[in-house]
Nanobody, 121 residues
Framework: QVQLVESGGGLVQAGGSLRLSCVGSGRTFRLYAMGWFRQAPGKVREFVASITWSGSNTDYADSVKGRFTISRDNAKNTVYLQMNSLKFEDTAVYYC??????????????WGRGTQVTVSS
């Protein structure tokens, strides 16, 4: 199947920046899209951003438009989330996901284990 590993989380002051990375790996798979969700304490998981693997169409939650930028590196099966002008309310665990077809399996979403982003006010 597909394994996703996130990195780049940490503690940052409000107004600062972080860049998250997520690498996909597996025996044989095809990616259709990758992106990010986040979940703050006591809240439901919410969509942050996504990017298609061909065409590079992007989509963002209204709350992050103009501050976050999603990009990808096809050769590395990696998606990035550049987060600028971070706010306290961006504090959450950020989860990477991938819509992919692994050899022998149906197309489905795969999830990483998450990386913590903490923004101090």
């Amino acid at each position: 199947q597909v394994q996703l590993v996130e990195s780049g989380g940490g503690l940052v002051q409000a107004g600062g920046s972080l860049r998250l990375s997520c690498v996909g790996s597996g025996r044989t798979f095809r990616l259709y899209a990758m992106g990010w969700f986040r979940q703050a304490p006591g809240k439901v998981r919410e969509f942050v951003a996504s990017i298609t693997w061909s065409g590079s169409n992007t989509d963002y939650a209204d709350s992050v438009k103009g501050r976050f930028t999603i990009s990808r590196d096809n050769a590395k099966n990696t998606v990035y989330l550049q987060m600028n002008s971070l706010k306290f309310e961006d504090t959450a665990v950020y989860y990477c996901y991938a819509l992919a077809t692994a050899f022998g399996y149906a197309t489905r979403n795969y999830w990483g284990r998450g990386t913590q982003v903490t923004v101090s006010s």
